[in-house]
């Protein structure tokens, strides 16, 4: 009989047969000095790629979604490698057009692509292998928020899901190149980190519920968010209203922004690292909106593979 599970319960069935792996954006290797942070993001068209997205930003996406995990760690990016499973339908246009938007991401973050792999396949499959280095003492984990820290964001929330929208309405807006064209946060990230200020950070790629729940899980703690202090995406409430767009920044994912928390003394100096914005405080127990003094309990979903499982092999 077949059954579904999400990516982040086969993920913790995975980690106990491979004897436990760390609830991280990165994977976090000891060289001594310092660390070597590293990570892998699988994509595949029909899953990840909206029709509209031509080659480039697709390479783009890519390498992207990558980049978003060093930031997340406060770290620096070192290099990328890429392995592209190329469909038969592609030509030398999209290839060009798609290697250059590896290349043309990893540029504007000061890194590139080292190497990788090509082959042939049904769809359009990319991998990409993110690798970063970063001090010891400034490293960012998803665990060590304290009761009694704030909870902040960069930049704005649900840009990718009022994007999505548009396109599918047909509506003319700005949104669907943030939607098309994420900006990993590597400079916030890397900044936040040396204000040594941040107790716990991850990238909210899947959508703000989703990541404080993984962050909710890793530290031991709850949130309260302050639904007046979120910051949604500019011309996003008027397009869709403000419930669909509280929703959007939610669950619907693709932001790419931060999510991290930070001890109240330490408010000016990350002020002065980048620009956030103060939407909550940890609390001892569960995940709520909070709004004209009365909260309600927020469902920890949000953008994430179905696996189905039937017999003994995994079907994406």
């Not at 649900?158 to 003319?172: F, R, S, T, Y």
């Amino acid at each position: 009989m077949k059954e579904a599970i999400g990516e982040r319960e086969l993920i913790r069935r995975i980690s106990v047969i491979l004897g436990g792996i760390q609830n991280d954006d990165c994977a976090v290797i000891d060289l001594g000095e310092r660390y070597l942070v590293a990570s892998t993001d699988m994509l595949h068209q029909r899953t990840d790629f909206p029709d509209i997205m031509n080659p480039w930003q697709m390479g783009w996406m890519a390498v992207a979604v990558n980049l978003s995990d060093i930031a997340a760690m406060g770290a620096e990016p070192a290099g990328l490698l890429i392995a592209a499973g190329l469909p038969p339908e592609a030509d030398c246009y999209f290839i060009d057009e798609l290697f250059s938007g590896f290349a043309d991401c990893a540029a504007l973050y000061g890194t590139r692509v080292l190497g990788g792999d090509t082959d042939s396949h049904q769809e359009l499959t990319i991998t990409g292998t993110s690798l970063g280095f970063v001090e010891k003492e400034l490293i960012l984990r998803r665990r060590g928020a304290q009761v009694g820290d704030l909870l902040c964001t960069t930049g704005s929330l649900g840009a990718a899901g009022g994007g999505l929208w548009a396109w599918q309405n047909g509506v003319e807006s700005e949104l669907i190149t943030r939607l098309l064209e994420p900006e990993p946060r590597l400079k916030e990230g890397r900044a936040l980190a040396k204000s040594r200020s941040v107790t716990a950070m991850m990238d909210n790629s899947d959508g703000l519920a989703l990541s404080l729940s993984d962050l909710s899980e890793v530290s031991g703690v709850g949130f309260s968010v302050f639904q007046d202090k979120l910051p949604l995406a500019p011309g996003l409430v008027e397009m869709v209203g403000e419930e669909m767009a509280l929703q959007m920044a939610l669950g619907a994912g693709g932001d790419f922004e931060l999510a991290f928390t930070l001890r109240p003394s330490g408010l000016q100096t990350a002020r002065e690292a980048c620009s956030l914005t103060v939407i909550g405080e940890v609390v001892e127990e569960g995940i709520w909106m909070e709004r004209e003094g009365e909260r309600r309990e927020i469902v920890g979903k949000g953008y994430e593979h179905r696996i189905g499982i039937q017999g003994n092999q995994l079907q994406s």
